[in-house]
T-cell receptor, first 114, second 113 residues
C-alpha cells in the first residue's frame, strides 16, 4: 500500500509569490491534515479536510488556504509569501475505524522563501 | 484554549533503562491527547492517542502513556530503551474531534549505548 505522498519535495519562492502544495493520502483515507514545522515555532496545525470539507482550522492567517478533491487528494495554497513562511509543510492522512485511529504523515514539502 | 508543555527539550537514557518523557496539558474541555515520534530523516508517526476511554494507552514499539487528570499529565514511558528509540517526540492536545491540534515543542531522546 502506497504511503502519503507530497509534491513537490522542495520549493524555492520569493516574497510576494504564491505557492501550491499537493498531498495524496493513503488509498481509502478520507481525512487529510496539514501542519507547518519550523525550528522556532515547532509543529503547528494548519487545517483538516474530510470528504472535501474543511473540518478544523488552526490559527493561521487567511493567506493559508486549502481544499480537498473528491478523490481525497488535497492542496494547500499560500498567497503573498513572507520570509516567515519558510518551513517544512507536512500532510497527514487518517483513517478512523471504530475507536481506533491511524494517522500517517508524508515526507513533507520544504519551502524556502527568499 | 489548550496547550501542552513538554518538560525537557533533550533527554538521554542508557540502553535498557526506563524512558520517561513528560507532557503536561492545559485544556478547557476534555482533551484528546497524542504522542508522535519523528525518527531521523523520516516523517512523523502517531505513537498513541488518548480519547477518554482507558486512561492507560498502549502504542506502537512498546510505548505507553497514562492520562492523569488530577495531574493534567500524559507522560510517555517505555520500560527498556532501545537504540532505535532515538528520535524526537511530540506531545499534542486537541478538543474532541481533533479540533485545533496543538503540539508541544518536542523532546529529543538520545540513547546511550
Amino acid at each position: 500500500k502506497a504511503g502519503v505522498t507530497q509534491t513537490p519535495r522542495y520549493l524555492i519562492k520569493t516574497r510576494g509569490q504564491q505557492v501550491t502544495l499537493s498531498c495524496s493520502p493513503i488509498s481509502g483515507h478520507r481525512s487529510v491534515s496539514w501542519y507547518q514545522q519550523t525550528p522556532g515555532q515547532g509543529l503547528q496545525f494548519l487545517f483538516e479536510y474530510f470528504s472535501e470539507t474543511q473540518r478544523n482550522k488552526g490559527n493561521f492567517p487567511g493567506r493559508f488556504s486549502g481544499r480537498q478533491f473528491s478523490n481525497s487528494r488535497s492542496e494547500m495554497n499560500v498567497s503573498t509569501l513572507e520570509l516567515g513562511d519558510s518551513a517544512l509543510y507536512l500532510c497527514a492522512s487518517s483513517l478512523a475505524t471504530g475507536n481506533q485511529e491511524t494517522q500517517y504523515f508524508g515526507p513533507g514539502t520544504r519551502l524556502l522563501v527568499l | 484554549a489548550q496547550s501542552v508543555t513538554q518538560l525537557g527539550s533533550h533527554v538521554s537514557v542508557s540502553e535498557g533503562a526506563l524512558v520517561l518523557l513528560r507532557c503536561n496539558y492545559s485544556s478547557s474541555v476534555p482533551p484528546y491527547l497524542f504522542w508522535y515520534v519523528q525518527y531521523p530523516n523520516q516523517g512523523l508517526q502517531l505513537l498513541l492517542k488518548y480519547t477518554s476511554a482507558a486512561t492507560l494507552v498502549k502504542g506502537i514499539n512498546g510505548f505507553e502513556a497514562e492520562f492523569k487528570k488530577s495531574e493534567t499529565s500524559f507522560h510517555l514511558t517505555k520500560p527498556s530503551a532501545h537504540m532505535s528509540d532515538a528520535a524526537e517526540y511530540f506531545c499534542a492536545v486537541s478538543g474532541v474531534g481533533n479540533e485545533k491540534l496543538t503540539f508541544g515543542t518536542g523532546t529529543r531522546l538520545t540513547i546511550i549505548p
